[in-house]
């Protein structure tokens, strides 16, 4: 395949993929002693037995640093009202220090991570395998603690827009 085709075929794989609507969660981990957070939309529940959940992530993202084995972690499913949040989190070039000033959350008690208190729910994780998957890495994780939020609806990506869902 030529460069040209597989930029065309890459284009014609993102427009295509970007139908597929997403739920939108806030991956966070700690490092330093400073909260490590990120908005996904990859993921999802692999087994109830054992629970154990898969979140994939850049590689060259600030997580993909952190999200090593053994490394603990928390995901927060997004509620319908928080995509003020959701906003500051994805945005480019925020702070390293401070990344959740002025969001609302507490720490989970086996991870030790931050659980954003806008959420429909969350799951803290221990990763248990890394896999490379071309400029991404999927992460999977053996569920340590899991519950409901507080929050109504949920928050989808589809299109390039995060869209709120009653």
Not at 2 to 20: D, I, K, Q, V
Not at 38 to 61: E, I, K, N
Not at 138 to 153: L, M, N
Request: charged fraction near 20%.
């Amino acid at each position: 395949m030529t460069s040209e085709e597989t930029e065309e075929l890459t284009r014609r794989y993102r427009a295509a993929m970007a139908r597929l609507p997403g739920g939108v969660a806030v991956l966070a981990a700690r490092a330093g002693g400073h909260d490590v957070v990120a908005v996904v939309t990859s993921f999802v529940s692999v087994s109830l037995d054992p629970p154990t959940a898969l979140v994939v992530v850049h590689s060259a993202g600030r997580l993909g640093e952190v999200l090593d084995v053994g490394s603990r972690w928390a995901a927060t499913v997004m509620g319908a009202d928080s995509a003020p949040h959701v906003a500051w989190i994805a945005e480019p070039g925020r702070p390293d220090i401070g990344q959740l000033q002025g969001i609302a959350h507490h720490r989970g008690d086996t991870s030790g991570a931050a659980v954003l208190d806008g959420g429909g729910s969350w799951v803290e994780c221990v990763t248990e395998q890394v896999l490379d998957a071309g400029d991404h890495l999927v992460v999977v994780g053996r569920v340590t603690d899991a519950g409901p939020g507080e929050a109504e609806g949920a928050l989808v990506h589809r299109l390039g827009r995060v869209r709120a869902l009653p």
